[in-house]
């Protein structure tokens, strides 16, 4: 039987694409790899369409999309993360009933679950199979999370209870409530006790295997290494093995996007990057105000533009982006007058090849990890403008004077972010003394990361570290059934 793992992940682009990206770690120690998701019920049918593209582009590894459910729940009144706690505890009959299928043809030696499959531990538990955790953000997120558990334990506060005095986390710079997931930051709501379970069911893992380097976060690694974040749990040992990083070429795309076409005409570091991941979206008032302060900035632009009608960029899941007219949305003449130093896109660009090629000399990004690790491994210093989940933590991280390799778009916790900022911290970026001091810190970033990457380097060891601990496990599992029929 071949050797095989089966990683599970939530079906958000921040979350598959990393996951395929370890598959393809796994696949070059000579595992067989099945990735394997669900299907979103708030948008049905983009699993398949996302799964298909993978499944292309990636045809050495396996894809399965598990059955859609039917919980007969109504969703209406919880917030994201506890809608999908729910109903990824209804689909671990399936998950179970698929690794039974496989297990007829593959000898499974580890189940990695995605930090938002938590619940998945209780099949892998039931088959015996050793379970490992996978999280797509970094160190820093998940030494916020173990801190989080120690507190819920000794202390009756919500982190909101906070207001804006430091809480001191080990392994994390100070951070104020405002720092953390909004949906942490209430103990008493639905979304608070469902990602309290997930944490749980981490530490009861065999470990946890990260996508960062010990040079991006060595505060973060050397606080969980010490068992220093949640000391009254036995943590799990920990492996960072990033930055695991899709690598899309230019040669494999089947047609040269019109963005890089026109970033080939642009002078060398000249470009200013706007991109705010796969769900961040703004309300038309602050798309206008973004306009405003491009313009008004004289600086050379490409900007991914998605519309949120329902107003509120926090409201991933649910909110309505609809098809526009990029007239209709921005400010009257704008797109002609910047036309010969702009360059403006609804909903996507390839952000991979646009951060490595040499006209961009800055991003403005929401911080989802993927895109951090992104614009490090491509030497590009990032403006910090966090939406959602825990990118407003990670914008903490990165900002912070041990770190230091972005700055913040002031007012992004606010209503709005005003032209005038947007104007200030672009200039700031690709005109002023900090911004080259954040280009000099990111090249050194850059490399230390393709360091940590070649085989001597300590997320590649990490790596076999881990492969080792896991044929440790199995020589002790083997032993132990022997001893059982003697």
């Given amino acids: 039987m071949k050797e095989a793992v ?24 000579n595992f ?38 039917t919980t007969g729940e109504d969703y209406a009144n919880l917030r994201p993360p506890a809608v999908m706690h729910a109903i990824l505890q209804a689909q671990n009959i399936n998950l179970h009933n698929f690794i039974m299928d496989l297990s007829k043809t593959s000898s499974i030696r580890a189940i990695m679950l995605d930090s938002l499959c938590t619940v998945g531990i209780d099949v892998a ?25 120690e507190l819920d334990a000794s202390s009756s506060l919500s982190l909101k209870d906070y207001g804006n005095s430091p809480i001191n986390f080990p392994g994390l710079p100070p951070v104020v409530a405002s720092d953390c997931p909004i949906f942490l930051v209430d103990r008493r709501s639905d ?90 979206s703004f309300p038309l008032d602050q798309i206008k105000q973004i306009a405003i302060g491009l313009e008004n900035s ?23 982006m609809p098809e526009f007219e990029l007239d209709q949305i921005l400010p009257e003449g704008f797109l002609n007058r910047t036309k010969d130093r702009g360059m403006v896109l609804k909903t996507w660009a390839p952000q991979i090849q646009v951060l490595h090629h040499e006209s961009v000399g800055g991003f403005v990004t929401h911080c989802g990890w993927n895109s951090i690790l992104e614009a490090v491994t491509a030497g590009k210093p990032m403006v910090c403008w966090p939406l959602y989940a825990e990118q407003r933590l990670n914008k903490a991280v990165l900002v912070d004077h041990e770190t230091r390799l972005g700055v913040t778009m002031e007012g992004y916790d606010c209503e ?66 022997t001893k059982c029929f003697l």
């Fill in 416 to 481: 709005m972010v005003e032209a005038e900022e947007v104007e200030t911290k672009i200039r700031w970026l690709m005109e002023g003394e900090g911004g080259k001091l954040l280009k000099e810190r990111i090249k050194v970033m850059k490399d230390k990361a393709g360091e940590s990457l070649t085989e001597a380097g300590t997320s590649s060891q990490a790596f076999v570290q881990f492969l080792m601990d896991l044929e440790l496990k199995k020589i002790r599992e083997d032993q132990n059934l």
């Fill in 6 to 29: 089966v990683l599970y992940t939530a079906p958000a682009d921040g979350h598959l694409a990393p996951m395929v990206s370890l598959a393809k770690l796994f696949q070059k120690h």
């Fill in 191 to 280: 979304s608070y006790k469902s990602a309290m379970e997930n944490f749980r069911d981490i530490v009861k893992s065999d470990g946890v295997l990260m996508n960062t380097f010990e040079s991006l976060e060595p505060k973060a690694i050397s606080a969980l290494r010490e068992g220093l974040c949640g000391p009254s749990f036995n943590m799990p040992p920990i492996y960072s093995i990033g930055p695991l990083v899709t690598e899309t070429k230019e040669e494999d795309m089947e047609e040269r996007h019109e963005c890089l076409k026109w970033l080939d005409s642009q002078p060398k570091g000249t470009v200013v990057f706007l991109c705010f991941g796969s769900m961040g």
């Fill in 125 to 149: 538990r039931q088959l015996n199979i050793p379970a490992y955790f996978f999280t797509p953000s970094g160190a820093s997120a998940l030494a916020f999370f173990y801190n989080l558990l």
């Fill in 32 to 69: 067989w790899a099945t990735v394997v998701t669900y299907d979103n019920p708030h948008r049905p049918g983009k699993v398949e369409q996302d799964i298909s593209c993978l499944s292309s582009a990636n045809p050495s590894i396996s894809f399965h999309v598990l059955p859609q459910i």
């Fill in 298 to 320: 004289g600086q050379r632009f490409l900007w991914v533009v998605k519309v949120n009608v329902n107003m509120d960029p926090r409201n991933i899941f649910n909110a309505s």
